[in-house]
T-cell receptor
Framework: DAGVIQSPRHEVTEMGQEVTLRCKPI?????LFWYRQTMMRGLELLIY????????DSGMPEDRFSAKMPNASFSTLKIQPSEPRDSAVYFC?????????????FGAGSRLTVL | SQQGEEDPQALSIQEGENATMNCSYK?????LQWYRQNSGRGLVHLIL?????REKHSGRLRVTLDTSKKSSSLLITASRAADTASYFC?????????????FGKGTRLSVIA
């Protein structure tokens, strides 16, 4: 398996533009998580899905953020409109319920810079 | 917040020395995990210890858990330059299933050759 695949790896955009980040989880994993990492706040959970259904989006900072998981192999995180304070590394992670433990496999991240 | 807190924030040691990192958390947990993050990369799972376990080993890693003190420690023995990375503890704040992990801010370990 190629692991969790995220795209793009780097994105530089201007304030006000729409940003779409993409994630392909590991095949067979039934949970998907979006985290954001900054120096100031560390790793923050934004939203997670179980079996393609959003379970908890309380970490999504504002209505400008939205996430979808149309099928088991694809998820998107969209920011519209983007702002400089959204600059961060966004990680997608997936896991399965095997063994009752929730060990996460992370993607390499998408580094977003909003000018 | 149920976030774990790692201590120290940064640690610099010589190759061959042992490195100890600590983690404290606030609520009852199902398990506690340690992850490593190399610069510019995603986090990689190292080891998981369940709430009914006190110590666990994996290669040069040793993890302890004290649920009465709500704390854990990660010991890396005979450190190598390749161990240079940030280390995070993560706790599951629900009791079962695919529940999200809450991460601390990490300990930055530098191993000097």
């Amino acid at each position: 398996d190629a692991g969790v695949i995220q795209s793009p790896r780097h994105e530089v955009t201007e304030m006000g533009q729409e940003v779409t980040l993409r994630c392909k989880p590991i095949s067979g994993h039934n949970s998907l998580f979006w985290y954001r990492q900054t120096m100031m706040r560390g790793l923050e959970l934004l939203i997670y899905f179980n079996n393609n259904v959003p379970i908890d989006d309380s970490g999504m900072p504002e209505d400008r953020f939205s996430a979808k998981m149309p099928n088991a192999s694809f998820s998107t995180l969209k920011i519209q409109p983007s702002e400089p304070r959204d600059s961060a590394v966004y990680f997608c992670a997936s896991s399965s319920t095997g063994g009752g433990a929730n060990v996460l496999t992370f993607g390499a991240g998408s580094r977003l810079t909003v000018l | 917040s149920q976030q774990g807190e790692e201590d120290p924030q940064a640690l610099s040691i010589q190759e061959g020395e042992n490195a100890t990192m600590n983690c404290s958390y606030k609520t009852s947990i199902n398990n506690l995990q340690w992850y490593r993050q190399n610069s510019g990369r995603g986090l990689v799972h190292l080891i998981l210890i369940r709430s009914n376990e006190r110590e666990k080993h994996s290669g040069r890693l040793r993890v302890t858990l004290d649920t009465s003190k709500k704390s854990s420690s990660l010991l890396i023995t005979a450190s190598r330059a390749a161990d240079t990375a940030s280390y995070f503890c993560a706790t599951a704040y629900y009791l079962s299933g695919n529940t999200p992990l809450v991460f601390g801010k990490g300990t930055r370990l530098s191993v000097i050759a």
